[in-house]
Structure formats: C-alpha cells, structure tokens
C-alpha cells in the first residue's frame, strides 16, 4: 500500500514539475526594479512573494488596452526564445503613474516604440483607385506615403473622436483629433468619418 | 550582391569612405526607422567575407562582427519590430561538439546562442518586414557557409512585376499590372460586354434618337402649327406676308391634332420597343458579368477568401455588376440623346426669338451652380445615412444570431436599448438627408418658376407688340421642361462615371487577379494514388511575422496511419492544408508518389486526398446530395455505404425524409456532430487513397467516436490515413504518432517510443491519463 501512495506521491511531483507555470504577480514599485539595459532594453528584478528575488536581462511590455488605457494594466512578460519557447507573464503594473517618473518614463518609451502609431497632421494628397487608398502624410514623426485597402473598414472613428487608420502592411496612423486638422486635411478624410 | 534591397550610391560612398569595399557586400536591408524609432531611414550590410554586419544611419557605420552574434531574432511589436541579437565577447567562445550526441549538442548550442548580452540591431515598420524575415533566414544560410543565389526561391515573394509586360506593381498587394489593364482600357472591355449584342445596341440607340426627335418635334406642331396656322385668325405683318391661319380651317384641326396622337403614339410604341430591347440586353449583360466574376472567383485561393469578407465579395458580384449595367443602359444613351436634344433645342429656341432664349436660358447657370457645390453636400448626406445603416444591419444581425447567448444573459432590454442607439443615428442622418434635399430642390424649383413667369411676362410684352405669335409662345412653354430636366442628369453624370469606374475596376480586380495556387503548365495526371506523402524542409507562414511551420521533414508510407499530436496552433492542420494544396508552401517541397505537389494535376490531388476537417460546411440540399457533393454519380448503394461507414446512416434513417431530408441554412438543422458525420461520409464516398481527418470526431461522444473510428479502420484498410487529434484515444489506432510543437516536428515514432521520450507526448498522455484516473477514484 505504501508503494501505491509513494508512486502516487511521485506521479503527482512530476505532474506538478511537468505543467510548472509562472503565476503572474501585481507588480509595484516596491517589488519590481526596472532598470535599463543596453539599447533601449529594460530588465527587471522581482522579489516574489515567497521572497525569492529573480533576475530578468530583458522584458516586454504589453498593453491590455492599448486604446482606451495605454498607460495602465501593462503586462510585463517574459521574451519569446528559442530556449524556452514563448514567453510568460512574469506580472501586471495596475498603473504607470505607480512607479517612479524615470521608470514610468522608460517604459512608456518602449510601450511607444512597440505600439508605432504616429499621429498624423497633414494629409497632403489622397487618391483612391482600384479599391485602395493611396494617402501621402506628414506624421509626427516624420512624412511618410502608405496604401490602404477598403477604407471604409480600415478607418475606425472612435466614440471619443479619436481616428485609427490601418494600412496594407498593417501599419497603424492615428488622427488624435480630426477637426483640428486643417481644412484641406480634413476634407480629404471627412466622407471616412 | 542579392537583389534584397538595393546599394544606392550613397551607400556605396559612405561604404568605401570608411575602407570597406562594396563587394564585400552579401546583402543590403533598408529599415524605415531610426535608431529612435522615428520614421526615418537605417541601413543593414551583411559581408560573410568580412565576417561583419554594418549599420549605416546618415553617413555613420558601425560595425557589428558577424560571429560574435548568436540568434538574430525579431522582437515582434504591434506595427513595428525591432530586430535584437545575442552579442558574445571573444572570451566567450561558442561550445564545440567533440563527443557530444547530437541532441546534447543541438541543447548546448541553444542555450549559448540565447546567452550573452542582448543587442538592438535596429527598428522597422511592417512594411518591411518581409524583407526583414528574408534578411534573416539568408543570415543563416550564409552563416552556414552556404552559397545563395540571385534566382534563390527565397526571392520571388519581392518580385512584384507583372509576368505580361515586365512592369511593377503598383501596389504589390495587389497583383495586376496597370499598364496590361489600362492597354485594354476598362471602358472598352465593358463596352465589350455589350457589343456582343450589336443588332440590340443599334436598336436601342435608333429608338432613342427617334424619340428624342419626336420630343422635339411636338411642341412645335402644337404651337406654331396647331396653334398659329390653324386656330388664329389669318394675320399679316407689316410687308403683307401672311403669318397665321395659313390652315384656318375645321379639318385641319382633326388632322394635326390626329398627326399629335399619332406622334404620341408613335414615341409609345418606340418606347415599347427599346424598353423591350434595353430589358433584353441587359439582363443578358448583366449575368454574363456575374457568371464572369462568380467563375473567376471559384479559381482564387483560399488566402483571397480569408483577406476579403464573404459580404464584399457578394457585393462584387451583385452591386458592381448591377452598376455597370445602370451606367451603360440608363447613363449613357440618355447622355448622347440630351446633348443631341439640347444642341438641336437651343438652335431653334434662337431662331425663333433670342432675346426669350436668353431669359430662358439665364437660370441654367445658377442652377448648375447649385447642383455642382450643394449636392456633394447631399451625397454627404446619403453615405452618412448609408454607414450608419449598414452599422445597424450588422448590430441587428449581430443581435439575432446571438439571440441563445442573450437570452441566457437575460439581457433583451440591453439589446433593445443598443439598437434604439443605432436607430437613432439613423433616423438623424436621415433626418439630415431630407432637410437638405428639401432645401435644395425648392430652391431650384423657384428659380426655374421665377424664369417661367418672368418668361411669361415678357413674351406677353412681345405678343402684344406683334414681334412674336401665340403659338411661339406655346412652343416656349413646350420646351421648358426639356432645358431643366437632363441639367440635374448633366451634374449627376460625372458622379455616375466615377462610380461605374470604381466598380468596374473592383470588378476586373476579381478577374485579373492571378491565383496564388494554379496548377502546373503540364501537369502530371494520376489516375490512381498509392499514398506516399514525403515533406522535406517544408517552411510556411499566412503572415509573414508569424511562422507557421519550421523546416518540417517527415515521410508518411502509403498504408501507414499516422497520428498529430500538439498544442492548439502549433501547426497541425496546416500540415494538412498543405498537402491538399489549400496553400503553397512557403519554402521546401511536398511530394505525393514521388510528385511534387506543385506539378499535380489538381484534380488528380484532390480526387485522391479526401480531408474531413474541423469545420464543417453544410450545403443546402437533400443530405443525399450533400454526400456525393464530391462524386455526384455515386449511386444510392455507394451513398448508403459511406455514411453506414461514417455512422450516419442510422441518424438519417430517424429522419421523416431519410436521404432525402433537406438541410442548410434555412432547413432542419443538424447537429454538430451530425454535420460531421455527413462530412465524414462524404470523404469517405470519394474512396481517396490518403484521407486526412483533422478533429474529425472531436464533436462526438466517445462511443460514437469508436464506432466511426472502427468503421474508418475498416474502410482504409491499405490506405494512408493521417489523423489529427487532441484527444489521445483518438489515435489508438495509429502506426506511429508525430507531435508538432511551435512549428516544429518534436517528436516521430510509435506510442511506446514517445513515452520513453518523455516529451510532449508523454506530457499529454499523462494529463490525459491521470485526468481519467482521477475520475476513476473520484477525487
């Protein structure tokens, strides 16, 4: 009887050993330190609640909303590798604003990179043809020409007035407020509105 | 140098400015964003011979040495990515093999190149991540040592030039050369769809100018003829010429009164005559047009049916189609006939007196120049009022589909309250609509009125100074009409021509769109399949950034019955879609008997590969029907035979209609695990020599599931079958087991051999195992 309880014991190990995850933990500032890393990287050194205290060399961060609430329930998770296949949610930051200014600050830079979405502020030409757009635009970060396919679905006005466009390659372009475009700019978008 | 992205000369300066020579150069990789992340430009350069990877921002070089970095990888972003690599510093060598197996070796390896510190290479947008991937996977292969070559296959994903001409693309996404498109011109290619009808063309055009001229030709018989020569009093002007009552006699008021019913009879009979012919001619044109789309369509590949919603393409067939249609027989006619009209109109009005021309004429301006700046408003309007009705279908289709899920959330007052939302929006622009057209058209209307009376108060002033006779007058009032009708016909025409354009040229996107998968020149024809399937490197992806399979290798034996194994989207049926050809793959080959499948006659392929898969489409029809979809000259024993196989026969025969019961939408619904039961049947009535069931039986209770399994089992006797599953009893049956994980093939071998392996088999099995044994005890 005994042996049955030890292999029961055993089998129960390594189902435990075998289907190990990580249990994501709210993250604050007094548990998880981000500090940069070579390149724009961030790594992060968590004490667990058991107190154990892990090191990783880089992480990413991930928005749970990244329209409504950019810069709050920021998922921050392990890379994806070749070692270790995809990567975990090591924990969640409830808000931004939490953490120290130079923290928030490295993190909302990388959360900026990984969301590309540069607000557009003048349009200066649009054709349609064939189904598909062609909009040539200065960006804040830079001018820039893309293809869009079907506008009518690739053009989401939001309730708050917020426009997201998406082009061909799956880029995304927002204007953070259409009216306040000027007015040849907005002509040229207003029948998508 | 490979033909990725170009050495521009600038390149080429700033290169040999820092003594790196440019032939050194392998390849070149344009990123377009800086090293902040702005849009901007940064270069790659790769040089195997130099053992270094140079980045180029402005006219600064940096150099990276090649061998120092391990596992160049994308960090995968929303709508950028940003390209990392592992950096080691010579003291940190990689490991050696020396009398490692290799699986130790292959472990070590890895763990080294995913050590070291982390570099950033550099950023990109998605519109060059196909080149950023290509980038990589030739990094490898020239890190091997290997030697790659311009013509590589690697390259033909960015050669984006039309096979006719030679030209690119305009739009890479969308293959079709516009130059080949423009030489034919679209209008003459739709003009080709009705000068087929050429005896019908003429005779509408004939009938048309016939009652243009008639049109034309009334008010003057009624007023300067009826009126003048026949009903007044003979007149004489000043030189003693007679002006009128030429004919002021009794009979020849019946006889042109007579010649006016029988002109309006005529234009009626006319009219008959071309609406006949116009109702001839277009239905013809029209289904032509669907048939064309409808037929071009069905060759497409699958990956056009993913990119564009089922509606859309329903609406290229029938609403574009239906457009041209409208422009070539309600547009253009009537433009030539009112340009004719109105050239003819306008010498005849100043012939007879130019000076009431003139005031006739005067609110045409005014009037155009309402139409041309106040009714785009109006179009505003009405595709406002289109959005938000087409919103509203799709919230209430939406809603009622879903009407279990809100029913069972008791949140019928919430679905109400969204739709009142929607309703309102609707009843808003609508509203809009109507306020804007109701200010617009009275307003035209007045000025045509003011016209009208100012007209009538001068030609009162000229009757009566005998510069002009009652029946001109008459004439005048005739032809009103025919000046302001086609103005709002005229504005509307250039519109009109857009929009037919638009939907002409979305409609030979259809036609000209080269398929992705189309069958080899000389196909090789099979007539019977023996089943040997062997993948060898076999490379996929639908999206670029998301890898699919990974230079997957494996032989299937003909006869063998295999089973897949992993996680949910590791890649299993992807396998499957391969091997019936749904999609090519990306790189690597995929051999039936020897064939690649790209050289298969599609028919022989798909006559001889059956798949029953994990959705399950039921046509509308009798189920009779819906089993020999494939075969549709199998007899009733053959049809009563596969579903006995598939274990279907006993749920049609509980049916009032048996075989004959009618299903699909809008009929008796089936279960699910019925459908798939008649999918199953369906497979198996096509007798192939491979058959792929891919969750074919995950719908069903675990005794139904045996039963199809044992029936499955006797019917592939000899066979190949490939099964993929999640459930493990599934696979009882299986000669040897695959497990795929993330895109790879982990693990290969018989049950026994997997479980020794302790991998992911071995994981599943026991959680499989243990789950069912902690049911056993009750825990």
């Known amino acids: 009887m005994a042996t049955v309880t030890q292999e029961k014991k055993d089998l129960q190990a390594e189902e435990k050993d075998l289907f190990a995850h990580r249990i994501s933990i709210d993250l604050t500032p007094e548990n998880a330190k981000f500090t940069p890393s070579g390149g724009n990287l961030i790594s992060l050194e968590v004490r667990q609640p058991d107190g154990t205290v892990e090191f990783f060399e880089r992480i990413v961060p991930v928005r749970a909303f990244p329209v409504s609430s950019p810069n709050e329930f920021i998922s921050i998770r392990e890379p994806d590798t070749q070692l270790k296949g995809r990567g975990s949610e090591i924990g969640m930051i409830r808000r931004l604003s939490d953490f120290p200014e130079d923290v928030s600050a490295m993190i909302a830079d990388e959360l900026s990179r990984r969301y590309f979405t540069p607000a557009i502020q003048k349009i200066h030409s649009f054709s349609e043809k064939f189904g598909y757009c062609y909009w040539d635009v200065t960006t804040a970060a830079g001018r820039v020409e893309f293809i869009m396919n079907n506008p009518t679905s690739n053009i989401r006005t939001l309730e708050d007035g917020r426009v997201f466009m998406y082009d061909i390659d799956g880029n995304c372009f927002t204007i953070e407020d259409p009216k306040a475009l000027d007015k040849h700019s907005y002509r040229k978008v207003e029948v998508y509105l | ?779």
């Open chain 2, 1 to 779: 140098m490979l033909p990725l992205d170009k050495l521009t000369d600038k390149l080429r300066d700033t290169l040999q400015e820092k003594g790196i020579s440019p032939d050194c150069i392998d390849m070149i990789l344009r990123m377009d964003q800086d090293r902040n992340g702005r849009l901007g430009e940064c270069h790659l350069a790769f040089s195997h011979a130099n053992d270094s990877l140079y980045r180029i921002s402005e006219d600064e070089v940096e150099t990276f040495v090649l061998s120092e970095l391990t596992e160049p990888y994308i960090d995968n972003y929303a709508t950028a990515s940003r390209l990392q690599a592992h950096h080691h510093t010579p003291d940190d060598p990689p490991p050696v093999q020396g009398e490692m197996s290799d699986d130790e070796y292959k472990t070590l390896r890895r763990t080294y190149d995913c050590s070291g510190t982390t570099i950033v290479l550099g950023y990109c947008t998605n519109a060059c991540k196909l080149k950023l991937l290509a980038f990589l996977s030739l990094w490898e292969r020239l890190s091997k040592g290997e030697t790659v070559s311009e013509d590589d296959a690697i390259f033909e994903q960015f050669r984006h030039s039309c096979p006719t001409c030679g030209r690119p693309y305009k739009n890479p996404r969308r293959k079709v050369c516009e130059h080949c498109t423009k030489k034919k011109g679209t209008m003459r290619r739709l003009l080709s769809y009705f000068t087929v009808f050429k005896p019908h063309l003429i005779t509408v055009i004939l009938c048309l100018l016939a009652t243009t001229a008639i049109t034309l030709i009334t008010p003057i018989i009624s007023g300067q003829v009826l009126f003048d020569q026949v009903i007044s009093e003979p007149s004489f002007n000043e030189a003693g010429e007679q002006i009128t009552g030429r004919m002021h006699e009794l009979h020849f008021v019946f006889i042109w009164v007579g010649v006016l019913i029988g002109l309006a009879l005529l234009s009626l009979g006319i009219g008959i005559i071309q609406h006949r012919t116009n109702a001839y001619l277009s239905t013809r044109v029209t289904r032509n047009m669907k048939n064309d789309i409808f037929t071009a369509m069905q060759k497409l590949s699958l990956s056009y049916f993913n990119a564009n919603p089922t509606g859309r393409l329903m609406n290229r067939v029938n609403y574009d189609a239906e457009r041209v249609r409208s422009f070539f027989i309600d547009g253009v006619p009537y433009f030539v006939s009112h340009i004719l009209s109105y050239i003819v109109l306008t010498v005849i009005l100043f012939c007879i007196n130019w000076k009431l021309t003139l005031i006739l004429y005067a609110p045409v301006i005014p009037v155009v120049l309402i139409f041309k700046f106040v009714l785009p408003k109006l179009w505003k309007c009405y595709s406002h009022q289109w959005r938000h009705s087409s919103a509203m279908n799709a919230m209430m289709n939406d809603s009622l589909t879903g009407i279990r899920v809100v029913k069972a959330f008791a949140k019928e007052d919430a679905e109400t309250n969204r739709f009142f939302t929607y309703s309102t929006r609707m009843y808003k622009a609508n509203l809009r609509t109507n306020l804007v057209s109701l200010t617009i058209f009275p307003v035209i209307s007045l000025l045509i009125g003011i016209t009208c009376h100012g007209m009538w108060g001068f030609a009162g002033f000229e009757v009566m100074g005998e510069r002009m006779t009652y029946g001109e007058l008459s004439t005048y009032m005739g032809y009103t009409g025919l000046i302001f009708g086609p103005l709002n016909f005229f504005t509307n025409f250039t519109n009109m021509v857009t929009d037919t354009m638009n939907s002409a040229e979305r409609m030979f996107e259809v036609l000209d769109t080269v398929p992705e998968i189309v069958e080899a020149e000389n196909p090789i024809k099979l007539d019977t399949v023996e089943g040997d399937i062997v993948f060898s490197h076999v490379n996929f992806h639908y999206a670029p950034n998301r890898p699919i399979l990974k230079d997957i290798s494996f032989t299937i034996h003909k006869g063998d019955h295999v089973g897949l194994v992993g996680h949910t989207g590791s890649g299993k049926s992807t396998i499957a879609n391969l091997i019936t050809r749904m999609y090519d793959v990306v790189s690597g080959s995929i051999t039936i008997d020897g064939v690649d499948v790209k050289q298969l006659e599609m028919n022989s392929l798909r006559r001889n590969v059956a798949i029953v898969s994990q959705e399950v489409y039921i046509f509308r029809g009798s189920i009779a029907d819906n089993i020999r979809y494939g075969r549709p000259e199998a007899s009733m024993d053959e049809v009563i035979a596969a579903a006995k196989a598939a274990n279907a026969h006993d749920f049609i025969m509980r049916l009032p209609e048996g075989y004959e019961t009618n299903v699909g939408i809008g009929s008796r619904s089936l279960s699910g695990g019925e459908r798939q039961r008649v999918s199953i049947a369906r497979a198996l009535l096509m007798d192939p020599a491979l058959l792929i069931l891919d969750e074919a039986t995950a719908a069903m209770d675990t005794e139904t599931e045996r039963l199809i399994s044992e029936a499955i089992e006797r019917v592939s006797e000899g066979k190949t079958t490939i099964s993929i599953a999640h459930r493990l009893s599934t696979l009882k049956n299986c000669n040897y087991l695959m497990a795929i994980d993330n895109g790879e093939l982990a693990e290969m071998g018989t049950a026994e051999e997997l479980m020794e392996k302790k991998g992911i088999y071995y994981k599943l099995w026991t959680l499989q195992n243990d789950q069912l044994r902690k049911v056993m005890e009750g825990e």
